[in-house]
């Protein structure tokens, strides 16, 4: 089945550590984001991708870190310098031409102690 | 820089009923595209329904509905018959018009919606 998966579901991570959350998708989309959503605010872009090896920030890059090496891949690194990374993550991707149509992974649950 | 608002952070109808989510936004854009998109508790958001600005006739989609009104900045969302299965959190989410293949949306901050028997 053609989709978007998102590794690992849940992670706990201590202060001051790196991390990366995988995104995947097998759909053949040429654009892929990353959001995060907080309770209370809704989604927000952190990093998004055209092409391979091309990417842009966001409205909240700051203290995140992506690459796309790979059509189908899109990590993102969360990054020590990343204030308050307790949230969930969302990735998603879209096919040139049809408009605002995000198809989205099930998400990445980063808990910071 | 575009704003999108929800006001309604909970909502809750009976099952059948006819319900409406409120969205408005605010932007200085005059091609762009609205959207209202659905997140289960299973987590994954799918696309419920799309706008663009320049059609003036409301979008529908089977149960679910909007109402644009540009002049106004107003988006909303009516879903008739509502069902169990549309318990979920709903996004309001603009987009302007660009030339890049990507599209970068600006989401409100949910409506938290509640189907009940």
């Known amino acids: 089945d053609g989709g978007i998966t998102q590794s690992p579901k849940y992670l706990f991570r201590k202060e001051g550590q790196n991390v990366t959350l995988s995104c995947e998708q097998n759909l053949n989309h040429d654009a892929m984001y990353w959001y995060r959503q907080d309770p209370g605010q809704g989604l927000r872009l952190i990093y998004y991708s055209q092409i391979v090896n091309d990417f842009q920030k966001g409205d909240i890059a700051e203290g995140y870190s992506v690459s796309r090496e790979k059509k189908e891949s899109f990590p993102l690194t969360v990054t020590s310098a990343q204030k308050n990374p307790t949230a969930f993550y969302l990735c998603?991707?879209?096919?040139?031409?049809?408009?605002?149509?995000?198809?989205f992974g099930e998400g990445s649950r980063l808990t910071v102690l | 820089a575009q704003t999108v608002t929800q006001s309604q952070p909970e909502m809750s109808v009976q099952e059948a009923e006819t319900v409406t989510l409120s969205c408005t936004y605010d932007?200085?854009?005059?091609?762009?595209?609205l959207f209202w998109y659905k997140q289960p508790p299973s987590r994954q958001m799918i696309l419920v329904i799309r706008?663009?600005?320049?059609?003036?006739q409301n979008a529908t989609e089977n149960r679910f509905s909007v109402n644009f009104q540009k002049a106004a900045k107003s988006f909303s969302l009516k879903i008739s018959d509502s069902q169990l299965g549309d318990t979920a959190m709903y996004f309001c989410a603009f987009m302007k018009l660009s030339t890049g293949t990507a599209s970068k949306l600006t989401f409100g901050t949910g409506t938290r919606l509640q189907v009940t028997l």
């Open positions: 932007t200085s854009e005059n091609n762009y595209y």
């Open positions: 706008q663009e600005a320049y059609k003036q």
């Open positions: 998603a991707s879209s096919l040139t031409g049809q408009v605002g149509e995000l198809f």
